[in-house]
C-alpha cells in the first residue's frame, strides 16, 4: 500500500509562486511514475503535469508548459510541484498520484481511482 500526503497550497495572487511536495510513504518511491492532477469547482479531474519512474520522461498539459516544474527526489521519497506566474484559473484542489513502473504518458492517462492518490491540497489564485 503506497499512502501519498500533498502539502503547500494556500492562496497567493495572480502571478505568484507555489511549490507542493507529496509525500511518499513507502520506502521507496523510484518504481513509480507520479502526477500530479487538479480538479476546480464544477470541472473534472486534469492532469498537469507526470514524471516517469526512471524520472527521465515529464509529460506537461499545454496550461503548465513553461510555467510549472514537475520533479522528483526519490532520496527523500517526495515529488514537487513549482508553479510560477500563477493564473486565477490555476485555482484548483491539487493531487498527486502513483502508479507502478508508469512512463510519464501512461500516467498521463491515469484516471481516479487507479492507482494511488493523495487527499488532495487546495490552491487559490486571487485576481
Known amino acids: 500500500q503506497v499512502q501519498l500526503a500533498e502539502s503547500g497550497g494556500g492562496l497567493v495572487q495572480a502571478g505568484g509562486s507555489l511549490r507542493l511536495s507529496c509525500a511518499v510513504s513507502r520506502r521507496t518511491m523510484e518504481n513509480y511514475g507520479m502526477g500530479w492532477f487538479r480538479q476546480a469547482p464544477g470541472k473534472e479531474r486534469e492532469t498537469v503535469a507526470t514524471?516517469?519512474?526512471?524520472?527521465?520522461?515529464?509529460y506537461y498539459a499545454d496550461s503548465a508548459k513553461g510555467r510549472f516544474t514537475i520533479s522528483r527526489d526519490n532520496d527523500k521519497n517526495t515529488l514537487y510541484l513549482q508553479m510560477n506566474s500563477l493564473k486565477p484559473e490555476d485555482t484548483a484542489v491539487y493531487y498527486c498520484?502513483?502508479?507502478?513502473?508508469?512512463?510519464?504518458?501512461?500516467?498521463?492517462?491515469?484516471?481516479?481511482?487507479?492507482?494511488?492518490w493523495g487527499q488532495g491540497t487546495q490552491v487559490t489564485v486571487s485576481s
Open positions: 498520484a502513483a502508479a507502478a513502473f508508469f512512463t510519464a504518458q501512461a500516467m498521463r492517462r491515469l484516471t481516479y481511482p487507479s492507482g494511488y
Open positions: 514524471i516517469s519512474f526512471s524520472g527521465a520522461q515529464t
